[in-house]
């Protein structure tokens, strides 16, 4: 056992974690950080997306100890951000959910994108999003949501 210490959604945790043990599990299990789903633990559904210095990661594929000294957030993160409440709000109005079970790793990685590209739109869009699997099938619904929150990601919004 080792002890690390990250800032997630804004607080400096400090946690002892096995140097196998994937950032997932300290998330959910010894941080309570539900919004953070475990679905394969390979790598291949996207659902434990979250954003370690800004960037999207898998967080089942992360060691913990790789996040020692970063910033993670999450969707419980977002809830300030009157953009990213935006666009859950474009969720919502577009329908882009049933089980709302890839709802907040789709919100992490489109806040994501919009932050850098507010213009992203078609495949470019998709592309960006594809590494997330919503099992009820809602992309297309995500797709539009996505898109109508980009105005309030421009610099002039
Ligand atoms: S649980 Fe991490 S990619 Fe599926
Ligand atoms: S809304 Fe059910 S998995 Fe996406």
Known sequence: MRTIIL???????EVSVNDNEVLLNVLRDKLG???VKAACWKGECGLCTVLLNG??????MTLAVEADGKEVITAEGL???ERAKKLQESFVKHGALQCGF???AFIVASHHV???EPDIDGEDLKKELSGITCRCGTYYQIYDAVKDARKYYKKDH
């Open 102 to 104: 890839c709802t907040p």
């Open 55 to 60: 960037l999207p990661v898998k967080s089942c």
């Open 7 to 13: 800032t997630v959604n804004g607080l400096s945790k």
């Open 33 to 35: 950080v539900t919004s």
């Open 114 to 116: 919009l932050s850098k």
């Open 79 to 81: 809830y300030s951000d």
